[in-house]
């Protein structure tokens, strides 16, 4: 049924205007979002589709697209750099087969974030993309949220989304990060969208997923989704007009809130004050550690999967902090994930790569506050560009907040939130350019009288 609803919402895509190129790439968008390939049993699994959808999302670009009034931006470049370097680390990976299997879907995600803004070129096509993101992402939150009214959750790594698979955005801390990041850009749909007018019905439907997205991090018991709720709610101060007024509310909300917590997630929450005894945090600190001196004697990193090969021992003191009488329980453990993209990048690309990635998505964060800054002006020409650039903004310092504590440095789905943010900054450029250009008229003598 869902996939009936995805196709019947193209074919009303593109009606409304948009061409067949640019439908094959929102159905690599869903693709590489939900991947329908892990909800079926054989068929699906057995072809490639995401590499289909993206072969024919390029080429239909490359023949059938309009294509005059494409930009190409710095940004892309560097995600094109990051792409080759990538290659090149693979090649010489500590753990080559393993890599191998982690560059499958890397250099897609990345050749897409490269690719994607050169089909960017309307506000319709921008809004369609955001829209399907949100949507596609919202699949797995919808159904998440369902589970956490009905079950309370069921503790960390323990709520089910659709399928049984804790990879990508059906692992509970990237699922966590995603849900509060695309908040924003929801509130922009229920006051600037144009595809769906928003009328009390989308404004309905909005609330109700915004309400889904807050969830998620209950349901999932996950630390890093309410980091990021809290980061969120403190970014949204720029945005409200009365601010003490949101302040109070938002104190009144979280008291009415917690007696309905489940017990679950008000445990797993206690575990950030007593961090020195949790097993999970203690071994990412020890990982970190590691991971700094291994990249001393590696500086341009080992490759993907490169965390294979460590090897760390950490202590844990009880629940106050303090050591037992007999010392501290000392734990010894190897081949533990990073569980930071920072350190992800810097134990698999090294210190150049880590600075490629850290140029890649800090550059978003400052162009799209220069945009909102520059287009903030309600009554101005573009009254919806500064909005959806403080959104996009927004968005991508969340995921970075959570980036910390997750390994998702190559999480599909930021790079296309990346994608969209230079689609909008060369969209705006271009008609920056459009209105400024005046052509120059030759000049005649007077004809004789």
């Known amino acids: 049924m869902r996939d009936l609803a995805f196709i019947a919402f193209l074919l009303g895509l593109f009606g409304m205007g948009l061409r067949r ?70 090649i010489a990976a500590d753990f080559p087969v393993e890599a191998l299997e982690k560059w499958d879907w890397v250099w897609k995600a990345l050749a897409f974030a490269a690719f994607l803004p050169l089909t960017l070129r309307t506000r319709l096509r921008i809004e369609a993309l955001l829209l399907f993101m949100i949507l596609s992402a919202a699949s797995i939150i919808i159904v998440g949220g369902i589970k956490t009214i009905a079950s309370g959750g069921g503790g960390y790594g323990q709520l089910n989304l659709m399928v049984d698979n804790n990879s990508g955005l059906y692992e509970g801390s990237t699922i966590s990060a995603v849900a509060v990041a695309i908040v924003p850009l929801i509130f922009w749909f229920m006051t600037h969208g144009t595809i769906f007018k928003p009328d009390w019905r989308v404004k309905t439907f909005c609330l ?137 990048m810097l134990g698999e690309q090294g210190y150049f790569g880590l600075a490629l990635w850290l140029a890649i998505n800090l550059i978003g964060i400052i162009r799209m506050e220069i945009l909102r800054r520059r287009y903030r002006d309600p009554e101005g020409p573009y009254p919806w560009a500064g909005p959806l650039a403080a959104a996009l903004q927004s968005g991508h310092i969340v995921y970075l907040l959570g980036a910390a504590f997750i390994a998702i440095a190559f999480q599909p789905f930021i790079y296309m939130l990346i994608g969209a943010q230079i689609g909008l900054d060369t969209y705006l450029g271009r008609k920056r350019s459009e209105e400024s250009f005046r052509p120059m008229r030759r000049a005649t003598a007077p004809l004789p009288a």
Request: with cysteine; aromatic share 12%.
């Open 208 to 344: 109700a997923l915004v309400f889904a997205c807050l969830l998620i991090p209950i349901g999932t018991s996950t630390r890093t989704g309410l980091l990021c709720i809290a980061l969120l709610a403190l970014l949204s101060l720029r945005v409200v007009k009365r601010k003490g007024l949101y302040i109070g509310a938002l104190a009144v909300l979280g008291l009415i809130a917690v007696p309905f917590l489940p017990s679950s997630f008000t445990n797993r929450m206690n575990t950030i004050q007593t961090y020195q005894a949790d097993e999970s945090a203690a071994t990412r600190l020890a990982v970190w550690k590691w991971t700094i001196d291994y990249a001393k004697s590696h500086p341009f990193g080992g490759g993907f999967e490169a965390y294979r090969g460590n090897h760390i021992r950490y202590d844990l003191k009880t629940v106050d902090g303090s050591a037992p009488a007999a010392g501290p329980k000392v734990e010894v453990d190897k081949a533990r994930a990073y569980h930071s993209a920072y350190f992800e």
């Open 21 to 90: 190129p640019f439908l094959l790439v929102l159905v690599y968008v869903y693709i590489d979002i939900v991947s329908p390939q892990r909800l079926t049993y054989y068929l699906l699994n057995a072809v490639p589709i995401s590499l289909i959808a993206v072969a024919l999302a390029v080429g239909g670009w490359a023949i059938a697209d309009d294509k005059r009034d494409t930009r190409v931006a710095p940004r892309q470049g560097l995600i094109v750099l990051l792409l080759l370097y990538c290659w090149a680390t693979t």
